[in-house]
């Protein structure tokens, strides 16, 4: 009996080693890129640290000083989650009615589909220097056209309250990434179903809401979740924006407005990089990145739970 | 599923800990142990970028090199702060040796945060009184309290450039001297056109490029910190009597929301599309280097220059203004300070050195020998710097140990107030010493 029970035990202790060793390269990656990373922003929220000298423990001063004094928070965590509400959303229905758009013409598919998708290709920096040239209001063409039409001409990049909708404008021109994965779902509902349900006397919306919908359903949420994370990343259209507009993109040794202009432009992940990189203010930046990590996973989740994660209605 | 095993689970959080307690922990050693008259190569960064910049930085290594055969520079160009910042925190064989930088305001941070080593042993080493050698402003925003850890590697002042034609055809003789004068002269040769401007006499918004707080506020004789390091803005009447000022110059020539989309026209500063270069405005604040700028674009545009004008209270101290630069020290990391000084002590003290890379790069001499040296590009607009340079009267902004942030957060008071968002300036001004203080609390 004994014989036999240490057979066992030796049989799991070997299954165990083996698994941990067809498992080592996650838990390597995980723990490496993920774990210690998470841990270490943890640990560096509540300690003084410049990067220079050894941290110091400060216990909660440095979350006091982001919630309480740090007068650029509050600013960017409302921009941030504006975006995320604003971008995200207008993102996914404006790349789902393009999609649809796509698949429903007949001719010339490849054209548009370029057209539509070259956007999103375009560097970011370049990209947004381009909109702060066309939004100029004071020499930019579309505010030219505006004025020639007699319409209003906002401030684009200049004006606190257009600013955020001027990024957006920009978001959307660049949808060609979400417009191919949507025209891809959508070319992969089974054409059977749309049949079954004209059949039945299903007209154009209903087939829409019960046949399309929840075939497209995971790649929906798809779009929203790795939409709302890119959101909590948006970091180098803002900035560019805000310093092509403000005029101190060339400036040398200048003190930078951050947000420009009125903190509008300010999104969490400038924080974290004003912090962390030229402030070296290690704590604060570690309370701003964890800040951004718990808005990431409420999110997240709430989209995962009402969403059903990534599987279809049928899954 | 089996649980880990605690012994695993133990040791990688063991392991988690230990990381983390001594990650990115940059060391603080090097020291001037070394050689310098041993075979040495010395890494040194900089961040002009332009050819003929290059080529002046690689004349003074060459004339460096000749005079101290033995000590080897390798330049780096164009680098910025932040690449400073984080190059001398990670150390390593590839960090600098010595580094210069364009931002004076972030000698407060380099000097607190010890990532520059203290230059003060060097300086009595080699027998150099900095006070005698360098003028006040100067030694002002190359130290922090008693820590020199910064020298200045030439300086930039500030004054005004006025467009000759336009106040021939305005009918104005001379440049203004006291603010008043400038005030009326700026009316003069503003021109409207509906809601915008054919060409504006001057553009006071704190967003007009060099017309910011603190370049403003160096024409009153600022104090932004009483003698304990507290904040005191709200308190010191230079300060509210520069934002009343601007404030009443935004209103007095079309307001702030007519000359904001006239400034939006503006091109990119440093470049020939500047507004002063294109004639868009009459009269700018500026440093020396613009009027290289302006010869070097060859747009013919008939230019004076003069110091910017006073307070009229203060008109006897006409000639003065913001006095600024480029700074160079030593990373602590260095294990070669001794040739590293050899090198800066070149750079920032010899005056042959300093005039030749001055007059290459229309920058102004930094040493007080310099300065007075019948070299100097004599060069009526670069003369003109050189005094303002030299006026006893001229100012620069304090060091602090978060670097400039105390100046982003007055300048943003300035923003809301030349708007009309902020009506009550002396409040603001209070909420703002209340925030530099906590700002700097916590950068401490």
Redesign the interface.
């Known amino acids: 009996v004994t014989q036999r029970t240490v057979t066992l035990r030796d049989r799991r202790r070997r299954d165990r080693l083996r698994n941990l060793a067809f498992m080592s390269p996650w838990l390597l990656g995980t723990g490496l890129f993920f774990l210690y990373p998470l841990v270490a922003t943890v640990y560096f929220s509540f300690m003084k640290y410049d990067g220079f000298t050894p941290p110091v423990w400060t216990g909660i001063g440095n979350w006091s000083y982001v919630f309480h004094v740090y007068p650029f928070f509050w600013p960017a965590l409302r921009n941030t989650i504006w975006l995320v509400l604003v971008v995200v959303t207008l993102r996914v229905l404006f790349g789902l009615a393009v999609g649809l758009l796509i698949v429903k013409i007949k001719r010339g598919t490849g054209v548009f589909r370029t057209l539509f998708y070259a956007p999103s290709l375009a560097p970011p920096v370049a990209a947004t220097m381009a909109f702060a040239f066309l939004l100029n209001p004071g020499s930019g063409p579309v505010d030219t056209i505006l004025g020639r039409l007699g319409l209003p001409q906002p401030g684009w990049f200049n004006d606190p309250s257009w600013s955020k909708p001027a990024l957006t404008l920009m978001a959307l021109w660049g949808i060609g990434d979400l417009m191919i994965i949507f025209m891809a779902s959508l070319l992969d509902v089974p054409r059977e179903q749309y049949e079954a349900a004209e059949l039945d006397g299903a007209g154009a919306v209903a087939r829409f809401r019960f046949v399309t919908l929840p075939n497209i359903s995971p790649i929906l949420v798809f779009a929203a979740v790795t939409g709302v994370i890119q959101a909590m990343q948006y970091y180098t259209e803002p900035l560019i924006a805000g310093k092509v507009a403000s005029g101190q993109i060339g400036g040398s040794g200048q003190q930078i407005e951050p947000g420009y202009p009125d903190k509008s432009t300010l999104t969490l992940p400038q924080l974290v990089y004003n912090l962390g990189f030229q402030r070296f203010d290690t704590g604060a930046a570690c309370v701003v990145a964890l800040v951004l990590f718990a808005m990431a996973m409420v999110f997240a989740a709430m989209l995962m739970r009402r969403g059903h994660g990534f599987l279809t209605a049928e899954d | 599923m089996?649980r880990p095993?605690r012994t695993?689970v133990g040791t990688?959080v063991a392991i988690?800990?230990a990381?983390?307690?001594t990650?990115?922990?940059?060391g603080?050693g090097g020291g001037a142990t070394d050689n310098p008259n041993k075979e040495t190569t010395i890494t040194f960064w900089h961040?002009w970028s332009a050819p003929s910049e290059i080529a002046a930085i690689k004349a003074t290594v060459d004339a460096f090199e000749a005079k101290f055969p033995k000590i080897h520079v390798k330049v780096v160009a164009n680098i910025?702060?932040?690449k400073i910042?984080?190059a001398?925190?990670a150390g390593g064989p590839s960090a600098p040796d010595v580094v210069s930088?364009?931002?004076?305001?972030n000698v407060g941070?380099f000097c607190s945060?010890?990532?520059f080593a203290d230059l003060t042993p060097f300086l009595e080493k080699s027998g150099i009184n900095a006070e005698k050698t360098f003028p006040a402003a100067l030694l002002d925003y190359t130290r922090y309290k008693d820590d020199q850890c910064t020298l200045p590697l030439l300086s930039d002042a500030y004054g005004l450039y006025y467009n000759k034609d336009a106040f021939k055809a305005a009918g104005i003789a001379s440049p203004p001297k006291t603010l008043s004068e400038f005030k009326a002269d700026a009316i003069k040769l503003t021109k409207s056109k509906g809601d915008?401007y054919t060409q504006l006499g001057f553009m006071p918004d704190f967003?007009g490029?060099e017309t910011?707080m603190s370049h403003y506020a160096a024409l009153w004789g600022p104090h932004y910190f009483d003698s304990s390091g507290k904040s005191i803005a709200a308190s010191d009447p230079a300060i509210t009597a520069m934002f009343t000022w601007q404030k009443a110059m935004v209103d007095t020539l079309g307001g702030f929301a007519k000359l904001?989309?006239?400034?939006?026209?503006?091109g990119?500063?440093?470049?020939s599309k500047n507004p002063f270069m294109t004639g868009q405005v009459a009269m700018s604040m500026d440093g020396e280097w613009r009027a290289g700028m302006i010869d070097d674009a060859n747009i013919h545009l008939n230019y004076g220059v003069a110091p910017f004008p006073v307070p009229d209270d203060q008109a006897s101290t006409y000639g003065k203004g913001y006095i600024?630069g480029t700074v160079v020290g030593i990373a602590s990391t260095s294990e070669k300070q001794n040739a590293a000084w050899e090198f800066v002590k070149y750079l920032t003290t010899d005056t042959q050195a300093v005039v030749n890379f001055s007059n290459a790069i229309h920058n102004i001499p930094s040493t007080e020998a310099a300065l007075v040296s019948p070299d100097v590009d004599q060069d009526p607009s670069v003369k003109a710097f050189v005094d303002i340079a030299r006026n006893p009267n001229s100012n620069t902004t304090p060091s602090s140990p978060?670097?400039?942030?105390y100046?982003?957060?007055l300048?943003?008071v300035g923003?809301g107030y030349e708007s009309g968002?902020v009506t009550d300036l002396q409040s603001a001004l209070q909420k703002a010493d209340q925030?530099i203080d906590?700002?700097i609390a916590?950068?401490q």
């Not at chain 2, 990650?23 to 940059?26: D, H, K, L, S």
Request: glycine share 8%.
């Open positions: 089996p095993h695993v990688s988690l800990i990381l983390t307690g990650a990115c922990t940059g603080t961040g910025t702060d932040d910042n984080q001398l925190r930088s364009f931002t004076t305001d941070e945060s010890k990532v915008t967003h490029y910011t904001e989309k006239f400034r939006s026209t503006f990119d500063e440093f470049s600024s978060n670097g400039g942030a100046q982003l957060t300048q943003d923003y968002k925030q906590a700002d916590q950068a």
